[in-house]
């Protein structure tokens, strides 16, 4: 085993594969900062300049444009409140509060340091799994999935703050917008007004863009001082201050890492719901929890350590036996299939070399990325001190690229607006938009499980032991919540009867 690892070393680092995974580092930057575009459209267009490579320099263009593509899509979070990609909107929660106190290279610092430790996390579970691949994904099946899903859904207490009520009914809402479009079972339509766009129900590109990066560019300009810069101008000095940050909370960094990779693995979850549920943990054990959404470090480092330890985790059941786990994941298996490698015992066999480059170019990947991140801070962190006049049409113009660009139709630019409008009431009367987020996200995740649990297992698989170990984590979270909630009432009670507050 150790011969192939470094003989799937050399092979990645050889002079093809390294000029490929250049090449697909620039392009991943460039379509992470464009919000809306996506990796799985561009893995979908560099294939075709795949056919008739060898198998190692071919996934070097395509894993590391995938890759920097997830760390990329951190910046525009950052910077402009607007996520590069989908699973990059739990970054906005405190990246942006972040840097508009005008702590944006801090930000920045703590989110490429965190993206770095978290892709090599996934590089080495990926690694440490091979053996062990298929026993481990043929145990997870649509009950522990669907016990999965509930799981994040219980996180959106903590994501609602002290307005538990308001988050649940804008998860109920969500759940409910999950529904519109064809139903999967009957393939009846439910709540699609006669529009045959929304037969494929409301894509979650156009709802981000619009809920999170729409309100807060209309929200700069509702605002009084919407002539004035848009930020406190960001102190670059603090680049080194969040890389440190990041070390300083190392065990969140790799709690959080192991919570994206895992989760990562599940089929079906896709990479927004393990964001969200790491940093619903990242705040349940933080000794900060009010930060939260407010421009805290700790959430940052959850949500940049989340983005890139998927990659691995995502990895996992694609080359155990071409299971993909996401829509990019299906695409780069088109990927396998074209260059003549069948996933499953070839890929830990006679590919095994191929396989173990794979977990090489994501570490070289995040490496790249890591570099060419550093050296854009400053131009990029500069943007923010332009005057709010000048930017917003700029970011009008990318978000209406973004919406767009998800099925090359207005019908979800006019989403976006929709969204965008719900984002600035939310904003204005203190109504929490993630739980809508994650309730869109999961709804559709809940019932596909759901259906497919019931019609094997009836209501039996309440016991199988996957899906009792997760009631089992749910349980014990919501009493963390209750007992860490009623303490801070009577901390608060106490406080103001010290200080006389009470008569």
């Not at 929660?93 to 840097?99: A, H, I, S, V, W």
């Not at 994904?137 to 308001?166: C, D, Q, R």
């Not at 006679?350 to 490496?367: A, Y």
């Not at 039996?460 to 009432?489: D, Y």
């Amino acid at each position: 085993m150790l011969d192939a690892i470094w003989s799937a070393l050399g092979e990645a680092l050889s002079p093809m594969s390294l000029i490929m995974l250049l090449i697909g580092v620039v392009i991943g930057f460039l379509v992470g900062i464009l919000p809306g575009i996506g990796g799985a459209v561009t893995l979908a267009l560099l294939i075709p300049v795949t056919f008739g490579m060898d198998p190692v320099p071919a996934f070097s263009l395509l894993l590391g444009m995938y890759v920097v593509s997830a760390i990329a899509g951190d910046f525009t979070s950052i910077l402009f409140g607007i996520p590069g990609e989908p699973t990059a909107a739990a970054m906005v929660l405190d990246g942006y509060p972040l840097n508009k106190k005008g702590q944006a290279g801090r930000a920045l610092g703590a989110s490429l340091s965190s993206s770095a430790i978290g892709s090599i996390f996934g590089a080495v579970l990926l690694m440490a799994l091979i053996p062990v691949m298929r026993p481990l994904i043929l145990s997870i099946s649509a009950p522990e999935l669907f016990a999965a899903a509930v799981l994040g859904l219980t996180f959106i207490a903590s994501l609602s703050g002290g307005i538990i009520h308001k988050g649940l009914v804008m998860a109920t809402i969500g759940v409910l917008l999950s529904l519109v479009g064809l139903d999967p079972n009957l393939g009846i339509e439910r709540y699609t007004f006669g529009s045959l766009h929304l037969w494929e129900g409301i894509g979650i590109v156009p709802v981000v863009v619009g809920l999170l990066g729409g309100a807060e560019v209309l929200q700069s300009m509702l605002d009084k001082d919407g002539d004035t810069k848009t930020a406190v101008p960001p102190h670059l000095g603090g680049i080194l201050v969040g890389v440190k940050d990041s070390f300083r909370h190392w065990s969140l960094m790799l709690r959080t890492s192991a919570i994206g990779a895992v989760l990562g693995m599940m089929p079906g979850l896709g990479g927004s719901v393990s964001q969200f549920i790491a940093y619903g943990h990242a705040k349940q054990t933080s000794k900060h929890p009010e930060e939260f959404g407010n421009g805290s470090i700790e959430g940052v480092i959850a949500a940049g350590a989340t983005t890139t330890a998927k990659d691995g985790g995502h990895l996992v059941p694609t080359i155990a036996f071409g299971v993909p786990s996401g829509a990019s994941m299906a695409v780069l298996l088109g990927a396998f299939l074209i260059l003549g490698l069948n996933p499953g015992p070839e890929m830990l066999g006679e590919h095994l070399n191929v396989t173990l480059s794979l977990v090489w170019i994501i570490v070289l990947s995040t490496i790249a990325a890591v570099i060419l991140g550093y050296l854009l801070i400053r131009p990029l962190a500069k943007l923010t001190s332009v005057t709010g006049r000048l930017l917003v049409p700029f970011l009008i113009t990318m978000l209406t690229i973004g919406a767009f660009s998800n099925t090359s139709s207005l019908d979800d630019v006019w989403i976006m607006l929709v969204f965008l409008a719900i984002g600035v009431m939310c904003s204005r009367f203190k109504w929490p938009r993630i739980p809508l987020l994650l309730g869109l996200v999961l709804g559709e995740i809940l019932e596909r499980y759901f259906t497919v649990s019931y019609a094997l297992f009836q209501f039996n698989w309440l016991s199988r032991p996957g899906v009792i170990v997760i009631e089992i984590i749910i349980a014990g979270m919501i009493l963390f919540t209750a007992v860490r909630t009623a303490r801070k009432k009577r901390a608060d009670k106490r406080e103001l009867l010290a200080t006389g507050g009470l008569v």
